[in-house]
């Protein structure tokens, strides 16, 4: 796994750590980078409530000088969620790419291929995104998806055939059990992202929470989401700028929202969704799929640590949001592009920058 130097998660442990929590005692050997210490530690149920005394305990013996600010260790907790496959937040450009929908087995499995090889020819952290219920389309004759159930079969698959983790959204507190059963991260949807009881049902599960900014609110705003989940005891947030409302039908990307929220967590840009034009073809909403590259190249430039982009083998036939969904075939040029951007903007972002927050 490539972890770029000056990357804070970097720094190692001086020396071996033991931790007494109940009967279990867990062991951190000298040199274990801090991301992946407190990785460890987060993992362990036992920690609960002494999560923050045990971080900043590992934040001292690593050997940071005393003027690193004080809640340093709780945002680099933030700055990492840690997966089955792998760790996002380890100063690598991650993706969560996939179809707005399942629209079929097959078209979700042939588009979950491509994903996989492209994942596997640039080592990218990829996060599989599809819904398995669109719950709130303009219309109500609009293709919604499989739903729960069949939904998180074909997510199930997608997972145990291509070894990838798996990202949908929820859109009532009665799903979130039965998703988070096979979800590696659950989505809180923009238009839900202030449903007290939906966004801690989500977090209560213990699961990675993907909060999307709502194109309603200001990016301080979030604040007030990310504490619901800190309420639970989850700190594995990702937080999604997805554009804001821009008069009617239309939306604008505030990109100093990237900089604003970063402080809060994990730090997504939506570059299909921030094209999207809401309920702009009467019936159903429209797009511009002209503007994701270059609002993903600027994103990137901006410092973000990750970027969703919904892509489809043919985005005219798409059955949601084909408009500002992207041809398959296009993401491995921007794929290359957007990682050589990252690679040279990498080395200013992060520690220095959110110290001026």
């Known amino acids: 796994m490539a972890i770029l130097p000056g990357v804070l998660g970097c720094r190692p442990l001086r020396r071996t750590v033991q931790v007494r929590l109940g009967t279990n005692t867990l062991r951190l ?10 990785a460890a530690l987060r993992s362990v149920p036992q920690a609960g409530s002494q999560f923050r005394g045990l971080a900043t305990a ?13 809640g340093e260790p709780e945002r680099l907790l933030m700055r990492s969620v840690a997966l089955d496959q792998f760790i996002i937040g380890d100063g690598r450009l991650f993706f969560i790419a996939g ?14 291929a491509d994903l996989s ?11 599989f995104k599809s819904s398995y219920d669109k719950a709130n389309r303009t219309s109500h004759s609009s293709f919604r998806g499989p739903g729960l159930e069949e939904g998180l079969e074909i997510l199930a698959t997608v997972r145990r055939q291509f070894n990838l983790p798996v990202l949908s959204d929820v859109h009532s507190v009665a799903e979130v059990e039965r998703a988070a059963e096979v979800l590696d991260v659950i989505q809180i949807p923009a238009f839900l992202c202030r ?17 999307k900014k709502g194109q309603f609110l200001a990016p301080w705003d979030m604040a007030n989401v990310v504490a619901k989940v800190h309420a639970t005891g989850n700190q594995q947030i990702l937080l999604t700028e997805r554009g804001t409302t821009f008069g009617y039908n239309n939306l604008v990307v505030d990109m100093r929202s990237l900089h604003l929220m970063r402080q809060h967590g994990l730090i997504v840009f ?9 309920g702009g073809s009467g019936d159903r909403s ?4 002209r503007f994701v590259g270059p609002l993903a190249r600027a994103a990137v430039a901006a ?21 500002n969904s992207i041809p398959i075939a296009e993401m491995d040029d921007l794929v290359e592009i957007l990682l050589k951007i990252h690679a040279t903007v990498q080395p200013f972002v992060g520690e220095r920058e959110e110290r001026s927050l």
């Open 99 to 112: 179809p707005c929908v399942i629209e079929s087995p097959e078209a979700t499995m042939a588009v979950a």
């Open 286 to 289: 429209g797009g511009d799929r």
């Open 195 to 211: 449903q007290t009881d939906l966004v801690m049902a989500a977090a209560e599960t213990g699961k990675p929470v993907n909060l």
């Open 303 to 323: 410092g973000v640590d990750g970027v969703f982009l919904e892509v489809h083998h043919n985005p005219e036939q798409a059955r949601c949001d084909g408009p």
């Open 117 to 127: 090889k492209l994942a596997d020819k640039w080592d990218l952290p990829l996060i």
């Open 29 to 38: 050997p000298g040199g274990t980078p801090i991301l992946f210490a407190l």
């Open 58 to 70: 590992i934040h001292e013996i690593s050997g940071l000088n005393s003027q690193a600010a004080a």
């Open 270 to 278: 939506d570059a299909t969704h921030s094209v999207q034009l809401p």
